[in-house]
């Protein structure tokens, strides 16, 4: 970081603080106040299911594709899932080209955690000969403008996508390879819909949904997913330390938000 | 590959009259749509909807070069990265650069750069990012057309906008904007872009048997084709935000 | 996976009484032992039994960064790289990096980073190694155990020392310091690591579900476990190179 | 590139235009004259065909092997070809250890599109069991001393491997498993041959099979391949930009030199 | 390498030397002593057969795994043993993480030679279906604390975890799929104790088991293995050159040594 | 490795009166050809062919190191590529290097180093490429003999040539630059590489074993090899661009 970088930085974070003192965000939001969400319409992509999602200034599109293969030797009765990020140098000046860095991975164990702690997709529904041949999902989670909070976008869209997702139909045929159905599908077997909440502390003021600018001066920053029992199903502390008192504070708010946005959620796609 | 994936090849590709499997005349162009200045945290950038591609392009740049090293004293390095999302095509596409997207970022970035004012901007680096997010044949010219539009956004100075259209040899038919089966099953496929302002070839590529005449005969229609997309490129560059779509029924 | 080596699920993995699969109460440890600098050419090292857990941590700095400009100019560069030895699990695991241990990686550098006093060498790297060599469940808690002592071994002014523990869900149960039928086949694991003079939390994550009240009681208890960790990194760091032992028969 | 070495490339461009515009070239030749071609007699690989051909100062050294596998899925009846290109760093100063680079991916690709757009490999041959076991050719294309016009040299050598190379009879046991039938082979079905012409554009002048000094001030090259109907098969505008009629130019010239160049193949290997 | 690294390597070597010339080492050895070797007692890994030793100030610790698997074409009837070493960046200041680099490899490559060379291990047991399933073992090689001489520490604590092995029995089921008999093992069969020996020559000294400070300034290193018929089963000359005469003592003296080291090893494991 | 690729173990490699599985004596050397200079870019080149070995090899140097860091202030960087053309090899070779030839390039590069007066050229690099374009047992000895013909091609002062070459072990047998079944089925192998001028050793590696009368016996018949073709790398020096071949039908 050039020394020009590190004095803006430094006064950012002051300004920051003070408009904090107040109770006020730079982009005039309160502090559990999301950014707005916008989904866009249309197809993007060649997926089962997918979702374009602007929260503020930040765009992400997911994707679900599938394959067949073999199931893990410990769950031979269960589809697999694999979940990947790409921050793509198109969406930052600070991505680079090249395999999935630290943050990249992190987000997508995350993402992929809020689904899996809350047993969202049912993946024995996606066996297609037990033990031999299953379901193989992609979820491809694609970084597309980035100013600040990739992980609650991120698993937005990727709860979009699943709910929006066609399964094509493969049966074996006599040779035992197997084969698409021709027009045959079903809905993935989607039975939780959990959602993520970003927190960010800078000083002592905790903020939902920090954008680019809050995240860069952050003193502590924390993810956490709730189900639609409100039950915590995953939870990330990323940088920095937090009180108890503070994480408890944060699992209230988001408990509190999580119909806020599902409402947003439930106009786009057909979910109890 | 997975063979649950494998396409069959169409008994038929074109009639006798010319019409082509997906219902269009020989010199017909698929819908196209573009939208320039679509992403916020770039320089420039075009989001183009051609067929059934969907293409997202964006510019960084002028900027400073890292590694330092690679830095040119005399004018600007020009950097391309053709990507395929692993959602793109039929079947998942792994993440990472394969053969096919490394030449393909070498040959666009070579189709862009003379129309680049390149040594006004000595010792930076301008980056030039292609992602196809749906694949539908003709990508590479799509990614052209959409960066030239996102190089014109990040008003970086260019002696014109560079523009692409690919032609297709079926049996004895020439076919203009060359679709999905054609590209897989057809006898040859004829990239071109160009910079319109001073009809410059700056991308060229050929694949499979054309005679002399064939061949100048498709040199002609890619740039009729480009001649077409030109305007809509101008278009959408007047209206910045504003989407820019032309469903072309009629002949070019 | 080779399915040789596939685990079965346990009919029961606790008993009605509360009784754990390996015979420990609900609020019970596994047995600990601690060595500090077991290593000669490390600025700073750890030895850490802890159940089955086999971990060696290791500290060098602060030193010189390379590549010099990743070095920060107003504050140490803390590295870390948790790595699992090939011989460390049931089935050999291939050499290198693979998504589980990149992101380890990161959260035990989260996890370690706010104890130290940064600030105080600028320009400088402490790397920090945590190598698994033998892994039995709670080896990310284990290893900021390990490491943070290796820290202190090399000298390095600290907060205070970082203390990890791992609460599980099985059915109704809140149990402490999960073991490895737990890990695998448990409902919800939530390790923490705590700077125990500050009572900051500096990890914390969780898989499955909880309650509010449930996730309330689960990090209450993996706090009392790790005061009772903090105690034993204590006793090793006032007799350095002699082994501090506990094996724990009753509750915390 | 350090000051000295563009001042000389600089001064090295006026050279050649100079020279260009009295209709002449530094070493000598005509603007459509193509460096003597030495194709070297001996064994030099465990290849099923092999050349060792020199252009000029340019060498390179091909060699066909092969293995047997699966089809792929959307062609199961048809054998496999993979081309390769090593810029080995013995070749040039310029030249580095480690994977193919975009150059040297670009030329395995061009080269294997004059064989691919020609179908000049009958890979329907090359099928041993339909849809389970074909032949795979590996064409690898090895770079000894590079003076320029890779493109040509190149094709020209796989040409002369491929017309030499001889297949080894492969069976399939009882056991379903392949074995090589002991001293059985046939020659690798060749229909066609093609013939790639590379030019550079050196102000408004057109100059086939440049060498390195001439690619290296170039404001344009270009690589195409002709076949054996004179039809053109392949087409790769590489840096700069090219007039319509320039193009059109090029390849009413490398129609005119195939025929010129096959003769020379023609004393080596027994084709058509 | 810095001026003051340059200078105290020179100053250290001339030390060195100066040392040698009355006789001595500096710290306090004689040429032809080993230093005191301790094998840690306790379960450190999931091996089959493992062992913590330390050399001097160097550390390693080695393990055996195993899986199953096809065997190679070209020997059907033997198992397969796969060597590979580990520089640890906690073992020193300049081990770096990343694959192995090129000294890793050649340890490994001559850890293994010395097994290979004196056929210690009898692949030949090692088969479950011949030209089908056999063991595959891998012999991993942790470095943890470098402090000079590694080859013979290495070897060392691979023979001691191969004479400790024992191998899980493996069944094939009627469905064709391996899989473990519940508690039944056997003790890997090893048939020879190959020891290593390394040697430094510092001017026209020849001192057995380097340290770090004399691997350091030394003019040449040497690597042999000898059996326990007191054959010579491997050689790695490394950097510098050797007289014939000097190798030829290198060889005397490791015959001298081999049985003083093999009592030492007898202590902990039950070999002939 | 597939499975059509697999040689048979011949029934007798050496018969009762030394007859070699060649036709060659126990003491007989295969045909050796040697031509100095066969490439124009390198600053030194040389081609071998040894028995069925082909061995190009290309010195780079003294020039300038990059990247800059690695340069020695004291002497020269040597640094050693031995690589293996995919179609070097009965199945063919993925390109890139693997463990063995990573070993290989090291010893090499060792056998070299002594004989270069590398203090001559301080921060520079002296680049040596060996090629193995077709192998044939014995190729890292043949590189050497090729390479430190390159690196006199090249005008690098040297304190002499290295020499290499092979003695092998068939039962009761020490044989002379053992042949390819010899390499694969022989019970031992030692490789071995001298500055004749100073006759030092400065490449020994043995695999298989060998009682010290053997192994004193075995070396002495390699210094043997190496005096026979120290000889013919002279005359080469002596004729550049002439070949010089050796058909060796009696014994050294």
């Given at each position: 970081?050039a ?9 950012l974070k ?9 109770g006020?965000r ?8 999301i ?6 319409e249309?197809t ?14 930040t765009?992400?599109l ?8 073999e199931?893990y030797?410990?769950?031979p ?9 790409e ?7 600070s991505f ?11 987000m ?13 997709i049912?993946l024995?529904?996606?066996v297609?000969q037990e ?6 999902l992609?979820?491809d989670l694609?970084v597309l403008d980035y100013?600040?909070?990739l992980f609650d ?9 699943f709910?929006?997702a066609k399964?094509p ?24 819909y959990?959602?993520s ?6 000083g002592d003021?905790l ?5 680019l600018?809050?995240?860069s001066?952050?003193?502590?920053a924390?993810t956490l ?8 199903c995953?939870i990330?502390?990323?940088?920095g330390a937090?009180?108890?008192s503070?994480i ?17 959620v439930?106009k786009?796609?057909?979910i109890? | ?12 590709l074109?009639?006798e009259?010319g ?5 269009r ?5 698929r819908p196209?749509?573009?939208?320039v200045?679509?992403?916020r ?18 510019v ?11 830095a040119?004293p ?5 950097r391309?990265?053709?990507?395929m999302?692993?959602f793109?095509?039929e ?5 990472g650069?394969d053969?096919?997207?490394?030449e393909?970022?070498?040959v666009?970035?070579?189709a ?6 390149v ?9 030039i990012?292609?992602e196809?997010?749906r694949?539908d ?6 990614g ?9 956004d990040?008003?970086?100075p260019?002696?014109?906008l560079?523009?692409g259209?690919?032609v297709?040899?079926?049996g004895?038919w020439?076919?203009?904007d060359v679709?999905?089966?054609?590209d897989?099953w057809g ?8 910079i ?8 060229l590529?050929s694949?499979?048997t054309?005679?002399?005449?064939e061949f ?6 890619a740039?009729?084709g480009?001649?077409?997309v ?5 278009e959408?560059?007047r209206r910045?935000y504003?989407?820019?779509?032309k ?6």
């Amino acid at each position: 970081m050039a020394l020009e970088e590190r004095i803006s930085s430094t006064l950012l974070k002051e300004h920051l603080l003070k408009l904090a003192q107040v109770g006020k965000r730079k982009d005039g939001r309160k502090f559990d106040e999301i950014r707005p969400i916008e989904i866009k319409e249309g197809t993007f992509t060649k997926g089962l299911g997918e979702a374009w999602v602007a929260l503020g200034k930040t765009q992400v599109l997911t994707s679900l594709k599938f394959d067949v293969g073999e199931p893990y030797p410990d769950s031979p009765d269960k589809g697999v899932l694999i979940s990947n990020v790409e921050l793509l140098p198109l969406a930052s000046p600070s991505f680079e080209p090249g395999p999935p860095d630290e943050n990249a991975i992190e987000m997508a164990r995350v993402v992929d955690r809020a689904f899996r702690g809350s047993d969202a997709i049912d993946l024995s529904k996606l066996v297609i000969q037990e033990g031999k041949l299953v379901y193989i999902l992609f979820l491809d989670l694609y970084v597309l403008d980035y100013d600040g909070n990739l992980f609650d976008a991120l698993t937005l869209s990727a709860l979009i996508a699943f709910a929006r997702a066609k399964i094509p139909v493969v049966e074996v045929g006599e040779d035992g390879s197997p084969r698409l159905v021709e027009g045959e599908s079903f809905p993935l077997p989607l039975v939780d819909y959990p959602l993520s909440f970003s927190f960010v502390k800078i000083g002592d003021y905790l903020m939902i949904d920090p954008n680019l600018e809050e995240e860069s001066v952050a003193d502590a920053a924390l993810t956490l997913a709730i189900d639609k029992d409100l039950n915590i199903c995953s939870i990330q502390k990323r940088n920095g330390a937090f009180k108890l008192s503070e994480i408890n504070k944060a699992v209230d708010i988001a408990r509190v938000k999580y119909p806020e946005v599902m409402e947003q959620v439930r106009k786009v796609v057909d979910i109890a | 590959m997975n063979s649950i994936f494998t396409e069959e090849k169409p008994e038929v590709l074109i009639q006798e009259d010319g019409t082509r499997i997906d219902g269009r005349k020989p010199d017909e162009m698929r819908p196209i749509s573009i939208e320039v200045g679509v992403l916020r945290k770039a320089n420039g950038s075009a989001y183009l909807e051609w067929g059934g591609n969907r293409v997202l392009a964006a510019v960084y740049g002028p900027r400073e070069v890292h590694p330092r090293h690679l830095a040119l004293p005399d004018r600007a390095l020009i950097r391309c990265r053709y990507n395929m999302a692993p959602f793109s095509t039929e079947e998942r596409k792994r993440p990472g650069p394969d053969r096919r997207s490394v030449e393909l970022s070498k040959v666009i970035r070579e189709a862009l750069i003379p129309a680049i004012f390149v040594e006004r901007f000595p010792n930076t680096a301008i980056d030039i990012f292609v992602e196809i997010l749906r694949s539908d044949a003709g990508t590479r010219i799509a990614g052209i057309t959409a960066a030239s539009l996102a190089l014109a956004d990040a008003g970086i100075p260019l002696r014109g906008l560079v523009t692409g259209c690919t032609v297709g040899k079926i049996g004895k038919w020439l076919v203009l904007d060359v679709g999905h089966e054609e590209d897989m099953w057809g006898d040859a496929d004829i990239p071109l872009a160009m910079i319109m302002e001073t009809q410059e070839i700056t991308l060229l590529q050929s694949d499979g048997t054309l005679t002399p005449e064939e061949f100048k005969e498709a040199l002609n229609l890619a740039i009729k084709g480009c001649t077409y997309v030109y305007e809509l490129q101008k278009e959408a560059l007047r209206r910045p935000y504003v989407v820019v779509e032309k469903e072309v029924k009629g002949e070019v």
